[in-house]
């Protein structure tokens, strides 16, 4: 049996979903996400409107003829974005390998699970309890088959398919089920008389390389059969967040040294608080004209991201070292951030835009 390595979630109606926790009487009402101008297409539409043939991409006054008493709300983005690092941040408490695809999209990885199918029902209801959002999940053997699998049992659903059910399953249906097979191959592949994913597959071997192209061709070879060789590429969570400075002239005068300690604080907190991270453990890292380098930490009983704090305990990590020789290099750093649960616990949308995280530098790692 193949292993059922990779896990697709997706929110259902995800603007709309968001919007509704905060009104929650448009819940299960026909909802258009659209912007106003006379030129805007709709975003996304709830289940109720779909009803009425709303959906995304349509001009927004065309859903407006199609479903006159749908409310229709502009998009808020950053309450979007908000909701989507909370939703992430319980999935990643859940699973450790997450490659996000989009604001309520995510591959993950299941591959360390002993019981995949049990650990994804919990999380949903963790994500249905906590953030009051539905999503659907397809479980595979890959990230192509996972995909077509959440899109096939929305909304609320759940559906594991191993290639050879996908291929008994789908072998009536359009190619354009296939995630990257967009209405212009349809149509190519309409005129050889391929109509369904059954007769893609039966093409004869090489047939599509030579009216596709060799690249094409064996692509559409290969998920025919739902075959799929992509990696999961999750995204590190950063684990630390440090400034460092070396100077231009070493410097010897305790002053200057804490003031510029203080002024790294200041940026380094204003760079935690932006990206919603918060650690315990604040370090210095000390490097001598003579590239002895020190590091002193101290971890605190809360996590923090408050730059008085921050700046007091670097400043007495500093004081407690005697500056016997010139400073080259002088660097602050905070770690052992709150997990995610800690951070979605606090509640609230944040109306904040995250950058995705930096990647760890090598000299704190090495001096740690
Ligand atoms: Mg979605």
Redesign the pocket.
């Known amino acids: 049996m193949e292993q059922m390595a990779v896990a697709h979630l997706?929110?259902?109606?995800?603007y709309v979903a968001v919007e509704c926790l905060r009104r929650p009487e448009l819940a299960r009402q026909p909802v258009v996400i659209a912007g106003s101008s006379p030129r805007a297409v709709v975003t996304t539409a709830s289940y109720a409107a779909r009803r009425f043939g709303v959906h995304s991409a349509m001009p927004a006054a065309r859903a407006r003829r199609l479903c006159p008493q749908a409310t229709f709300i502009a998009p808020d983005f950053p309450a979007y974005r908000a909701a989507s690092a909370e939703l992430m941040a319980i999935v990643r408490s859940h699973v450790e390998q997450v490659e996000v695809v989009?604001l309520?999209?995510a591959y993950l990885d299941l591959r360390a699970l002993a019981f995949p199918r049990a650990a994804m029902r919990r999380l949903l209801a963790d994500l249905r309890q906590r953030t009051g959002l539905v999503c659907s999940v397809g479980i595979a053997p890959n990230k192509l088959l996972a995909k077509i699998a959440s899109a096939e049992c929305k909304p609320a659903g759940f559906l594991t398919l191993t290639r050879a059910q996908a291929a008994a399953r789908f072998a009536q249906r359009s190619p354009a089920l296939i995630p990257g097979v967009g209405p212009k191959t349809t149509e190519r592949l309409a005129q050889l008389g391929i109509h369904t994913i059954a007769e893609l597959r039966a093409a004869p071997a090489g047939h599509l390389q030579r009216r596709f192209g060799a690249r094409l061709g064996a692509w559409l070879e290969a998920v025919a059969q739902f075959r799929d060789e992509r990696p999961l590429q999750p995204v590190r969570v950063a684990r630390s967040e440090s400034r460092e400075r070396t100077f231009e002239q070493d410097i010897r005068d305790p002053e200057r040294l804490h003031s510029e300690l203080a002024q790294m604080c200041e940026q380094l907190c204003e760079r935690l608080v932006a990206h919603d991270r918060r650690g315990r453990t604040i370090a210095i890292k000390v490097r001598f004209a003579d590239f002895r380098t020190i590091t002193r930490a101290r971890t605190l009983p809360r996590p923090t991201a408050d730059r008085s704090q921050v700046a007091r305990v670097a400043a007495e990590l500093l004081a407690g070292e005697p500056i016997s020789a010139p400073v080259r290099l002088l660097g602050v750093r905070v770690e052992n951030f709150a997990r995610g649960e800690d951070q979605a616990q606090r509640g609230g949308v944040r109306a904040q835009e995250r950058q995705p995280p930096l990647p760890l530098e090598a000299g704190w790692q090495a001096q740690a």
Request: aromatic share 12%; hydrophobic share 40%; net charge negative.
């Open positions: 997706d929110v259902d109606a995800f989009g309520d999209e």
